[in-house]
């Protein structure tokens, strides 16, 4: 018994030895999506904080001094040009005006009694009847009664263009305000801002740019990475408040001549038709800018890069079939995707999909992404954080 119990021990080990010998099965290939890097030319745009303006603000102002019959128009509807909005008081006026046309007849008789008179004296003293006194004397009598004339007859017209400022009109078609005098109050130089019209249609959508922003754009234009459509043709989009895209499109109408020196930035103006009066003056709006290209741009799916410790990267799938990582340098978001400006080539291969399965070195079993079919609308997360794995 004792022999067999040490016959037992000594192949223990022996067995022991047979077993480590033995190798490992290779690990099994991990399955990833993964997209077919190509460059392509790709429509981006520029998106911007603005604010709406009207196009023609205008005062609305009594033009004379009485008091206020009427407000005609409703506060806050929309009046069209020539609209009468307030009624002055008129009869002081149209008495004016009867007294300046009564004025105009009595000068009118004694132009008529001068021209009778000169007339009269002018074949006398050409016989030496009467003395050249008495011809320049009924001259410049003749002269004085159409002068008077002249400034009865602008009395006249002084007199019925008061009498029309009594009735108040707006010369544009806009949006009115509440009005700032009530009917009955006496409207003075001191109180003659009645309310204001602002049109609104077209509309102004202002937003500035700033000096980084545009030295950026610029080298990326000088450098090749982004063209400009021809002549600055530039199309615009409002964006409103509940992410819905406003119906008309717009065009940058002016851009001012210098930075402003307090924000460091540059006012630039853009134009769009309402005929609906949807868009108010004040409103916050989207500005999206339209109409620049980047040639050859390289785009992958923004859960393809990941970030880590030295920057982002992505994992590529060699010739081999092994999973590699691959550091890039990211540009801007363009809808789901990243623009990558460095790092990688056409013909590239990276994993978009299951990319947590993945070591340096681990073979891969590749699925094709299937084609895009519909853009989607801009990110708002960012990339993915993962620490990169060492190299081996």
């Not at 460059?39 to 520029?46: A, E, K, L």
């Not at 410790?309 to 550091?327: E, I, N, S, T, Y």
């Not at 070591?359 to 990169?388: D, L, S, Y």
Request: proline share 6%.
């Amino acid at each position: 018994m004792r022999v067999l119990l040490i016959a037992l021990v000594l192949l223990l080990p022996i067995s022991g030895c047979s077993k480590e010998k033995k190798e490992a099965p290779a690990p099994a290939a991990a399955e990833v999506t993964v997209i077919q890097i190509a460059g392509r030319d790709t429509p981006v745009s520029f998106e911007f904080v603005g604010q709406t303006e009207s196009s023609h603000q205008v005062e609305i102002r009594a033009r004379v001094a009485g008091f206020l019959d009427k407000r005609v128009y409703t506060e806050g509807a929309l009046v069209k040009a020539r609209e009468v909005m307030f009624k002055q008081d008129p009869k002081p006026f149209q008495a004016q005006l009867d007294a300046a046309k009564g004025a105009l007849a009595q000068q009118v008789a004694r132009l008529q009694t001068a021209r009778d008179n000169l007339a009269r004296v002018r074949p006398l003293a050409a016989e030496n009847a009467l003395s050249q006194k008495d011809l320049s004397d009924a001259i410049g009598l003749e002269q004085a009664a159409a002068a008077a004339v002249d400034t009865a007859r602008a009395n006249v017209e002084t007199a019925q263009l008061n009498l029309g400022y009594t009735t108040i009109t707006t010369p544009v078609t806009g949006l009115s305000s509440y009005a700032q005098v009530q009917e009955g109050a006496y409207v003075s130089s001191a109180n003659s801002l009645l309310t204001t019209v602002e049109q609104v249609d077209p509309i102004w959508i202002n937003f500035t740019v700033s000096e980084n922003e545009i030295l950026g754009l610029r080298g990326q234009r000088e450098s090749g990475q982004l063209r400009m459509p021809k002549q600055d043709s530039y199309e615009i989009e409002a964006v409103l408040a509940d992410g819905s895209v406003f119906a008309q499109t717009g065009r940058i109408t002016f851009t001012n001549a210098s930075f402003n020196q307090q924000t460091g930035t540059f006012l630039i103006r853009t134009t769009f038709a309402n005929p609906d009066a949807l868009l108010r003056p004040g409103q916050f709006i989207r500005v999206r800018v339209k109409g620049a290209v980047r040639p050859n741009a390289i785009l992958v799916p923004q859960q393809a890069v990941l970030n880590g410790a030295q920057g982002h990267f992505v994992w590529l799938v060699d010739k081999d079939g092994k999973a590699q990582v691959r550091p890039v340098q990211v540009g801007p978001w363009h809808k789901d995707e990243w623009f990558i400006v460095g790092g990688l080539a056409a013909g590239d291969t990276v994993a978009v999909d299951g990319v947590i399965k993945l070591a340096p070195g681990v073979p891969v079993k590749a699925v094709q992404a299937p084609a895009k079919q519909a853009e989607a609308e801009p990110a708002k997360a960012p990339a993915q954080t993962q620490k990169p794995p060492e190299q081996k």
